[in-house]
């Protein structure tokens, strides 16, 4: 009698006793929800009115003279040419590593995957520390490179290849399981249907993945932009010439000109928001696709 009841309540969820069975008390779920709130709030929420508060602490005039001052400009447009070049090259090593990770077998495809996961194993100061030695004066082609007359470590160049290396595993990592999950048995169809290997891409590999894709440039993006330790070390800290957003901040606050420092910080906040935003909408389309 109680085997059949068991076996009755177990093929039905709806039962009182299963639900009771499956779900916590309400006092947990309470205290949870309590707990991650308290969190978000916290550690999220106040830090983040904290810096527009301080932002506009000093009156509109004074934060749009921040954001506008020639330097804030210039850091602010080195930010964006450092970004448009980099996501790009990454958005299209990711779709080429994910391709080959995806679709094939080969020797050496274990270590391509621990050398994407590389950046986010190394500490950002340390893949600094790295161009250096690789490319300062006293590095291993330093001598070479100043004898040719050209300049990365302290000059735009480095900060481009601190900023390609440090965001290179995002669309990648974003890509690879999304595309191990779809399988090739579409791409294949295309491919006996007469399809030559850029019409399979533009017409079927590249619509099945293009949500993913957008995800990861999205991140990419945002990470491009307020990357802070891998720059700092390669960018010498010039003043108009090599100092990004999150530079620019640090020098503003580092000479107490704390509502400058806010006023060009809350851009980068504003980015996060954004990037949030994006984030979420491509999540939501996602998780709609998967369902239809």
Known sequence: MTSAVLRESAADPATPSVRAALQDPPWVRATLIALALGFVSLFLLLPLLAVFAQAFSGGLATYFAAITDPIALQAIRLTLIVAAISVPLNAVFGVSAAWAIARFDFRGKNLLITLIDLPFAVSPVISGLIF????????????????????????????????????????????????????????????????????????????????????????????????????????????????????????????????????????????????????????WQIRREKQS
């Open 132 to 283: 250096v030695l690789l490319f300062g004066a006293q590095g291993l082609l330093g001598p070479w490179l100043i004898e040719h007359g050209i300049k990365i470590i302290f000059a735009v160049p480095g900060i481009l290849l601190a900023t390609t290396f440090i965001t290179f595993p995002f669309v990648a990592r974003e890509l690879i399981p999304l595309m191990q999950e779809q399988g090739s048995e579409e791409e294949e169809a295309a491919i006996s249907l007469g399809a030559s290997g850029w019409q399979m891409f533009r017409r079927v590999t590249l619509p099945n993945i293009r949500l993913g894709l957008l995800y990861g440039i999205v991140l990419l993006n945002a990470r491009a932009m307020g990357e802070f330790g891998a720059v700092s070390v390669v960018s010498g800290h010039i003043r108009g010439k090599t100092n990004t957003i999150p530079l620019h901040v640090e020098i503003l606050y580092n000479e107490y000109q704390s509502s400058a420092a806010f006023a060009v910080a809350s851009l980068l906040a504003l980015l996060a928001l954004v990037t949030l935003v994006a984030k979420r909408v491509l999540e």
